[in-house]
């Protein structure tokens, strides 16, 4: 790995961390396309789980008992299910089919939040569905799903818990609790599949010290700014990431 490359993946990792304790959702989709300038997108996958799984470890602590125990019975279970039809489905998908595929995704995901945003557009909301069990158990197996074809989860799963109405520490803590878990999940199928190899694992064990000091730094900026400016920054910075892997 040249230092260059290695200088990307460091910001990517640390910035991501940042943001997963910060705002909770976009981390993922924000990691991947940025990890994809540098490393191959099946080989940018597999890094992205075990980087962010050191950010959920400090997450737990500094989110500690802030998440809804009911929501996280209903929704972690079949997240573990859909994660592991994930994996089999990387395993299957061409790699530059999956690479596109990304800056698709990427793309897709931060029109639509800036289109909202700027113009003020309504879309159809959750809230106005019947919430029950079965929508707990649907959302949860999409976001555990999304989560291991493109670290998407959190843009899944937050369809589900904006209708629940949660504060903004329970809603990030839920976050945490649930991709602590997911990702943990993910590394193993990595490994097994062989897209999270040794080399990458050393990496992010050299990075661990900046993602935990990553995580600290976003759980002040939750504090203390605004989280709709934090969410415009990163949902520009995806929306170049993705149009430049299209490029």
Avoid: C
């Avoid at 592991?84 to 698709?104: E, M, R």
């Avoid at 029950?132 to 649907?138: D, E, I, V």
């Avoid at 209708?163 to 649930?178: E, N, P, Q």
């Amino acid at each position: 790995m040249e230092i260059f490359d290695f200088i990307i993946i460091s910001i990517a990792i640390i910035s991501s961390a940042i943001v997963k304790t910060a705002i909770g959702v976009g981390a993922g989709i924000f990691l991947l396309p940025v990890l994809s300038l540098v490393l191959p997108p099946k080989q940018a996958l597999g890094l992205g789980a075990p980087a962010m799984l050191i950010s959920d470890i400090v997450g737990l602590r500094l989110y500690r008992g802030e998440w809804d125990k009911r929501e996280a019975l209903l929704i972690i279970p079949p997240a573990v299910v859909g994660v592991a039809t994930g994996v089999i489905v990387v395993k299957l998908l061409p790699t530059t089919v999956f690479k596109y595929w990304v800056g698709v995704f990427a793309v897709t995901f931060a029109l639509y939040n800036l289109a909202k945003k700027i113009w003020k557009l309504e879309f159809p909301k959750l809230r106005t569905w019947k919430i029950g069990r079965k929508t707990a158990l649907f959302f949860g197996f999409l976001g555990g799903f999304a989560s291991a074809v493109s670290h998407a989860g959190g843009a899944v799963l937050s369809l589900y818990l904006l209708s629940r109405k949660l504060d903004k520490r329970a809603f990030v803590g839920l976050f945490i609790l649930f991709f602590f878990l997911t990702n943990l999940s993910k590394t193993i199928g990595y490994v097994q599949i062989g897209i999270l190899t040794i080399d990458l694992l050393v990496a992010v064990v050299v990075l661990s010290p900046l993602i935990a000091l990553g995580s600290i730094a976003g759980n002040y900026l939750n504090k203390i700014v605004s989280q709709d400016k934090f969410r415009t920054i990163v949902l520009v910075v995806i929306l170049l990431t993705g149009i430049r892997l299209l490029y």
